[in-house]
């Protein structure tokens, strides 16, 4: 099992910035992928970033050019820093990480979430 901790949300005015860190611990050896999806209220969960070992790194399309994704193998740690806020931003933003591993029969996979940070942005 991964156990993933998310910190640094909470409310901003629009056009400031947040740090969202998240920190993995637990079974992260074969962790592939780790990054962040949210949820709007009212709203589907969607992808914001995702930083993968073998795919690299995947933005939404609402992130680019405003968020960035970085992350500290060594911390087992994930960050997203988010610029330019808008109202829309406001939403629940969860931590995302899987593991794979290779078995006879192939690929195995198996994801983890985090309980989530809210982030507020003020018009």
């Known amino acids: 099992q991964v156990q993933l901790v998310e910190s640094g949300g909470g409310l901003v005015q629009a056009g400031g910035s947040l740090r969202l860190s998240c920190a993995a611990s637990?079974?992260?050896?074969?962790?592939?992928?780790i990054g962040w999806y949210r949820q709007p209220p009212g709203k589907q969960r969607e992808l914001v970033a995702v930083?993968?070992?073998?795919?690299?790194?995947d933005y939404g399309d609402f992130a680019e050019g405003r968020f960035t994704i970085s992350r500290d193998n060594a911390k087992n740690t994930v960050y997203l820093q988010m610029n330019s806020l808008k109202p829309e931003d406001t939403a629940v933003y969860y931590c995302?990480?899987?593991?794979?591993?290779?078995?006879?029969?192939?690929?195995?996979?198996?994801?983890?979430w985090g309980q989530g940070t809210q982030v507020i942005v003020s018009s």
């Open positions: 930083h993968s070992r073998t795919h690299g790194i």
């Open positions: 637990g079974s992260t050896l074969n962790m592939d992928t």
């Open positions: 995302y990480a899987d593991r794979v591993w290779f078995i006879e029969s192939g690929e195995r996979r198996q994801d983890f």
